[in-house]
């Protein structure tokens, strides 16, 4: 079956500028994460949905970030007055649910450059 | 806080020596500890859950181990293909979300 997809596969922006990127998970799972990998690093969360309970910001790095998801499916990330520091890949998962027994599945990520 | 460190960061193999990536880890608790292979310019791709120490698993020439402070990641025999970086991440108690270790980049040489 289709896996995450995320749209754009890259994205160059001015510092400045804002920027969104899609996710589409799954279809049928429940709980959607952020994360962002800058390199050589690992992974960072960001923010995670669980169907309709309210969303846990905890990983947001500043207030210029925030993320909607529409109708338990779709989620976009939007990044406000980005910044150089904002570079990285921006990856996206989903799962049935949040117990451990259920594996996050990732898309292939969106390379944001900000120039 | 919960912490994920892995070693070596890099490690170059010749095909069918055989190895072993570690994963240290301090979390309260464990809900589980989740072992990644990613690709350059892919997502992460599930490989393993460990959830209690003892616990072993097996997926062709990969087997993971749990211990109450680390993980290990045993190669055997690898072929180039097994060529990636293998992240390790911890779920714990009360978060959703996972932990990970900055990855061990292996490469195996034909």
């Known amino acids: 079956g289709a896996g995450v997809s995320q749209s754009p596969s890259n994205k160059v922006t001015e510092k400045g500028k804002d920027v969104e990127l899609r996710c589409d998970p799954i279809?049928?799972?429940?709980?959607l994460y952020w994360y962002r990998q800058s390199l050589g690093q690992g992974l960072e969360f960001l923010i995670y949905?669980?169907?309709?309970?309210?969303?846990?910001k905890s990983g947001l790095p500043s207030d210029r970030f925030s993320a909607e998801r529409t109708g338990g499916s779709v989620s976009t990330l939007t990044i406000q007055r980005t910044q150089q520091e904002d570079s990285a890949v921006y990856l996206c998962?989903?799962?049935?649910?949040?117990?451990?027994?259920?594996?996050?599945?990732f898309g292939p990520g969106t390379r944001l450059t900000v120039t | 806080e919960d912490q994920v460190t892995q070693s070596p960061e890099a490690l170059r193999l010749q095909e069918g020596e055989s190895s072993s990536l570690n994963c240290s880890y301090t979390?309260?608790?464990?809900?589980?500890l989740f072992w990644y292979r990613q690709d350059p310019g892919k997502g992460p791709e599930f490989l393993f859950t460990?959830?209690?120490a003892g616990e072993e698993k097996e997926k062709e020439r990969l087997k993971a181990t749990l211990t109450k402070k680390e993980s290990f990641l045993h190669i055997t025999a690898p072929k180039p293909e097994d060529s990636a970086t293998y992240l390790c991440?911890?779920?714990?108690?009360?978060?959703?979300?996972?932990?990970f270790g900055s990855g061990t980049r292996l490469q195996v040489q034909p």
């Open positions: 998962a989903s799962s049935l649910g949040t117990s451990a027994s259920y594996e996050q599945y």
């Open positions: 279809s049928g799972h429940t709980a």
């Open positions: 949905f669980q169907g309709n309970s309210a969303p846990d």
């Open positions: 979390v309260s608790g464990l809900r589980g």
């Open positions: 460990l959830y209690s």
């Open positions: 991440a911890v779920q714990a108690p009360g978060r959703r979300a996972l932990t």
